[in-house]
């Protein structure tokens, strides 16, 4: 394994979009921070800018006015990126599919490397789904 | 064949030199001992928090990581200004390093005004800071340097004036071997009633040119992201992080050159000189975890308010020789 995969690995700091979530899913996310769970022992850092990000957190059903800024935000991190949709409205619209204001799920905007589903999903099922990425990116999956 | 030898030792002199800005008090030993008092900073601020904590390679992960991330220079910004700004914190941090590191090892090795030389260095990794944000056209970015201006328009009068505390004490002396010597015959300057006081306002003053909690106004987290910062991305991003872990590194050993006496190389001795460092950067990291962000207008008032009258006590205390 090459260094510089590692050092990714170890240290992924996440930006946190929200387009339209009921807020359950932003919750769960800042469970994750918590003692309890402490995601900075694996180098996973909440940032406030996306010039910063390793992921991008995309939580929510995407509504009209969320699209073309997820899409500015994906044009305006630098590469390489992970893209992670967080729960079942993020992933598949869940129970919004017949709202008035939905377009599409997140990986018909930008490609999405991982998906979390759940209403909202668990802590464990949080630091599951960052395992699973970060195997992937090791190419152990 | 005298001005052969005589050009090598000039060139063996320049080699020197170079091996000690960029290897041993200079770049690299800065760099790594800056990086695990940042790891000492986060894995007491998670225990506080009854948290694990990072391992202690975490900052260097972080540091590679951003090495290798892609560089983005936002559009319609001063793309030269935008990409040197962090070279000029990091140089600074690092000649700031390698004066104060050469003074303690060898106190001859001083010269007239590098006290002056000192503050003056160590107020540019702030304004490379200031340049970096205005050049990077961001609203949110100009508010945070405009921030940081006032900042070091606050903090800058008392750090001086406590500063001048240790050079009326050792006899006007603008050198640091000079204190340094009179710290080696006298007791520290930290034992002298001025001595204490200009000390907690040195100490207050540090917190604020690190832009620690309670004076991490620049960079508020929740109101304006990440502050000047925020367009920097992948490698200048590292620099600046980068400058910022060194400046915890050389910030406390500044303080402890002019008041605790520096850290002396003679067996035993130098336990009690990590000792020291070590001890300053718990004070720091307790009081931000400890204290909540304040307004700039109140950090403004507080800085030259009641510790400019602390730091002016100080002075007249060290003037009539308490």
């Not at chain 1, 390793?54 to 990126?81: F, H, N, Q, W």
């Not at chain 2, 506080?48 to 202690?56: E, F, I, K, M, T």
């Not at chain 2, 056209?137 to 945070?144: E, F, I």
């Not at chain 2, 340097?145 to 050079?167: D, G």
Request: charged share 15%; hydrophobic share 50%; glycine share 8%.
């Amino acid at each position: 394994m090459n260094i510089k995969l590692k050092a990714l690995t170890k240290s992924i700091w996440v930006f946190h979009f929200a387009s339209g979530p009921c807020n359950n899913c932003d919750i769960e996310i800042l469970d994750v921070l918590t003692p309890r769970f402490d995601a900075e022992r694996f180098g996973i850092l909440l940032v406030g800018s996306i010039r910063h990000a390793d992921a991008l957190l995309v939580t929510g059903m995407i509504t009209r006015k969320g699209a073309p800024r997820l899409k500015e935000l994906y044009e305006s991190a630098p590469k390489p990126l992970v893209v992670i949709a967080f729960g079942s409205c993020a992933s598949s619209q869940g129970i919004f599919k017949d709202s008035y204001n939905r377009v599409v799920p997140v990986d018909e905007i930008i490609p999405v490397n991982a998906y979390i589903p759940g209403c909202p999903p668990r802590p464990e099922a949080i630091i599951d789904g960052v395992v699973k990425i970060v195997k992937r990116l090791r190419g152990e999956i | 064949m005298v001005e052969a030898i005589g050009n090598t030792t000039k060139i063996e002199n320049k080699m020197i030199n170079l091996v000690y800005y960029i290897i041993f008090p200079g770049f690299l030993f800065t760099a790594v001992v800056g990086l695990l008092s940042y790891w000492v900073d986060r894995k007491v601020t998670a225990r506080v928090q009854w948290r694990v904590g990072p391992p202690w390679w975490q900052n260097f992960a972080d540091f590679v990581k951003l090495l290798y991330k892609e560089t983005i220079i936002p559009k319609g910004s001063s793309k030269i200004t935008f990409l040197l700004a962090p070279i000029f914190g990091l140089s600074a941090v690092t000649i700031v390093s390698t004066l104060l590191w050469r003074t303690m090892i060898d106190n001859n090795s001083t010269f007239i005004g590098d006290w002056i030389v000192v503050i003056y260095l160590l107020t540019i990794p702030s304004m490379s800071v200031i340049i970096g944000g205005f050049a990077s056209k961001n609203p949110l970015a100009s508010l945070g340097a405009s921030r940081e201006m006032k900042l070091i328009l606050a903090y800058e009068l008392p750090f001086i004036l406590a500063c001048l505390v240790p050079v009326i004490q050792s006899g006007g002396a603008l050198k640091l071997g000079e204190i340094l010597k009179y710290q080696m015959n006298n007791g520290i300057i930290f034992g002298s009633l001025s001595g204490i006081i200009a000390f907690i306002v040195g100490i207050l003053c540090m917190q604020a040119k690190l832009t620690l909690v309670p004076f991490d106004i620049p960079e508020a987290e929740q109101e304006i992201m990440a502050g000047p910062y925020i367009e920097y991305s992948g490698p200048p991003l590292g620099i600046f992080k980068l400058t910022r872990q060194m400046m915890l590194f050389v910030l406390p050993i500044f303080l402890t050159v002019i008041f605790l006496g520096g850290i002396t190389f003679s067996g035993w001795h130098i336990l009690w000189g990590i000792l020291k460092y070590v001890a300053l950067l718990v004070i720091i990291i307790l009081i931000k975890n400890t204290n909540v962000r304040i307004r700039i207008d109140q950090a403004i008032r507080f800085f030259w308010g009641p510790v400019t009258c602390l730091a002016i006590i100080g002075i007249i205390l060290a003037l009539v020789g308490l």
